[in-house]
């Protein structure tokens, strides 16, 4: 079930939505633009598909809001809404695809934006540090000067499923399968990703945020061509506490 407030206009809004997936690299992405945008929580949504849980707010250490297993936020002046993801998924993710399809549908969502991540041993060239992408997305497929500009590398990898080839991104949990879903119902949807190992991913993320960013020019451009980034306040906990001094 998703709650999001019917009077909230999302037309010709872009989701962007992270897979679960190696290294955590999607939702790592997410926070960094919930944070740097100063995103607001407007709903969340309840699915069989992810592990419920609840916690403090990952943004402001003040709030007394709570966050939940997915929750929707919202950049009206980007025209962006972002679905949170923060527990991994047990469930089939069939009902999850419908009634994403349905609220992109219903609120007449333009296009959708998935950041995964994949296993560093299955990049071919070791060297190669671009960022990858599928797109059905008309705007990227027939803009050669904008995917130029852009430096992202075209993913090709494809396995047969029964009658029909399907891609296949190696550790990137959902992000393949909701990608061809969206597709097969006609959604313009991409999926961006990155080359990664297990450990602290953040730098993996930053790279994805700013490829990201090179397309849709969220963030503020930094005298060194980096990008204006705020780190969530919740990130302090990555590693948990520090050891207690009566080990030593």
Not at 44 to 59: A, E, K, R, V
Not at 194 to 202: L, P, T
Not at 207 to 234: A, F, R
Request: contains cysteine; proline residues 4%.
């Amino acid at each position: 079930m998703i709650k999001v407030p019917e009077e909230i206009d999302l037309e010709n809004y872009i989701l962007i939505i992270p897979s679960v997936a190696v290294g955590n690299v999607g939702q790592l992405s997410i926070d960094l633009l919930i944070s740097s945008l100063n995103l607001c929580k407007i709903g969340s949504m309840w699915s069989s598909t992810f592990l419920p849980i609840c916690g403090l707010d990952p943004y402001n250490t003040n709030s007394d809001s709570i966050c939940t297993a997915a929750d929707f936020y919202l950049g009206t002046i980007y025209k962006i809404i972002l679905l949170q993801l923060r527990s991994p998924y047990v469930d089939n993710s069939t009902d999850f695809f419908n009634e994403l399809t349905q609220f992109i549908h219903q609120r007449k969502i333009c296009k959708v934006i998935i950041l995964t991540s994949s296993y560093a041993y299955e990049r071919s060239d070791r060297s190669d540090s671009n960022l990858m992408y599928l797109t059905s997305d008309d705007s990227l497929l027939n803009n050669d000067k904008l995917l130029k500009r852009l430096h992202w590398k075209r993913y090709t990898k494809q396995i047969l499923t029964g009658s029909t080839e399907n891609y296949c991104i190696p550790g990137g949990g959902f992000a393949n399968g909701l990608y061809e879903y969206l597709k097969s119902r006609e959604i313009s949807c991409t999926t961006l990703f990155r080359y990664c190992s297990e450990g602290d991913n953040i730098h993996d993320a930053l790279m994805v945020v700013k490829g990201l960013n090179q397309w849709l020019n969220l963030l503020e451009i930094t005298i060194d061509d980096g990008i204006n980034i705020k780190y969530p306040p919740s990130w302090k906990y990555f590693f948990g506490n520090p050891p207690s001094s009566e080990l030593y």
